[in-house]
């Protein structure tokens, strides 16, 4: 296990938050400095023990770092790029925990300059539906699956460290090209957020809203959790990943079509192969999981 | 609180046999007598003290019951009309719990002869994965809601024996028009079962299935717990319904249009204004529904 001396961590909330935690629970990490546009949440987040001291984006708090995590919202990444480069040292690697990758990738190219070799894209695949100081605990990313995007260029030493790392996490790490990673997301997460808020979009501005909510039981109630997520960030993953998002809709729209026309032509034979083979599917999921 | 002598269960599974259980716990019945296909459930149901005796479609069983509960999947449910209808008392009031009741109520004018006026078409808004008598519990519908679908010629007798029987289930008992009825839970139950059978189906079938299922995490999980559901009985479901299903996939499809045209033309605004919204009104929801 690598120990990482000083550990900074931009935007101390439920990600970053969790990893600060993850690694002082495993012993690897030295010392943490969490840096923050939130007074108050920093505050707290000392308060907590999630980090020993608050920095700034100053070569104090940066160059003798050894590595550096980028948790901050997509929309505010490249603000952040811009502002650490310069007062990066020679040896400090950075990651970030975005939920897309091309748009992240392609602002570090643009903007970390020297240190892009040292930079390993990441993202944690976990998550609540609370965010800030207060909703950290070290075991978010307990057999959790984190993606590394690593480039062509990217120092082998920089993946092992940020690969250790989230393994000291109790995470279990892969590697995808960006692309790939926006495309598997795209399927499986970004998806299912934007259907689910479709969802209660279309009840909400039904004539019969209130009726219709009021008979609304425990399955809505799982089926829509995920529309419970915070607006502004899905707005911004579903922005960044709008292309492969496009693709998954438009074929949903195409599997709609399919059961329509079971439906109407009331094939009772196709539409229980579809579910029986729907729950069979998730069923071998669940177990595979385990 | 009415009490029911002698209660008849066709169908001794997680819904009739918890209703029995219910009614048991509240003091509310006498004697409960089960019917059903499957002889082993039927001795299961009788092992756990859920029912008090095994019956038959025979006068025996049925001519001094107080109460009759077709507790049978939406496929069976002619015959079993068919099969009691000239053996019920005069005095016997029917229900049922069958998820869609426009063709449940066409199926008792025409099987149920000189009893339809003690019919009286019920659904209990509640339910698990499970199946048969092993899965019943006395407190399935606490809190939950019963929708009740009388006809013009109900006695009204007969409704206020049922809604008191569910009532002293701890449910809370609506009326509802059956065509209202099935138009408002294929907005909020059986549209949502299709589109969760339907992302699991599009995942399955996706040429990089394996990889997309390993990578799904607790959000896709939850949006597809109800693909976990029975496939034959949602195919009944679906079908027994289709006409107002249909309406609610069109309706679907264009909500899902007009999120493809912000997605296409980057407009931000319009999707975090959606997604707050969806995630405002679920968030009353819950609330009300506390």
């Given at each position: 296990m690598a120990r990482i001396g000083k550990l900074v961590v931009v935007g101390v909330g439920l990600i970053g938050g969790s990893f600060a935690l993850a690694l002082k629970e495993a012993g690897a990490v030295g010392r943490v400095v969490g840096v923050g546009r939130g007074g108050r949440n920093i505050r707290r987040a000392f308060d907590l023990k999630i980090i020993d001291a608050a920095g700034a984006f100053d070569r104090a708090t940066l160059?003798?770092?050894d590595l550096a995590l980028l948790a901050v919202p997509v929309g505010q990444m490249r603000a952040v790029m811009r502002a650490i480069a310069p007062l990066l040292g020679a040896r400090t690697v950075v990651t970030d925990a975005g939920s897309t990758k091309e748009d992240v990738v392609a602002l570090a190219r643009r903007e970390?300059?020297?240190?892009l070799s040292r930079f390993v894209p990441g993202h944690p695949i976990a998550g609540t539906e609370k965010s800030g100081?207060?909703?950290?605990?070290?075991?978010?990313?307990?057999?959790r699956r984190v993606v590394l995007t690593p480039?062509?260029?990217?120092?082998p030493g920089a993946l092992a460290l940020v690969r250790s790392a989230w393994q000291s996490c109790g995470a279990s790490v892969s590697e995808l090209q960006p692309k790939e990673h926006d495309q598997v997301l795209a399927a499986v997460s970004h998806l299912p957020h934007v259907l689910a808020y479709a969802l209660v979009d279309q009840v909400a501005r039904a004539r019969n809203a209130k009726q219709l909510f009021s008979f609304a039981a425990g399955g809505f109630r799982d089926f829509t959790r995920?529309?419970?997520?915070h607006p502004e960030m899905w707005r911004d993953i579903c922005l960044a990943n709008r292309k492969a998002l496009l693709v998954e809709l438009k074929r949903y729209g195409v599997e709609l079509e399919r059961v329509k026309k079971m439906l109407a032509r009331g094939d009772g034979k196709a539409l229980e192969a579809l579910f029986s083979g729907a729950r069979g599917a998730r069923e071998r999921w669940l177990k595979d999981a385990q």
């Open positions: 160059a003798d770092a970390l300059k020297g240190a100081a207060d909703a950290a605990f070290a075991g978010l990313y307990r057999r480039l062509k260029g990217t120092e995920i529309a419970g997520s």
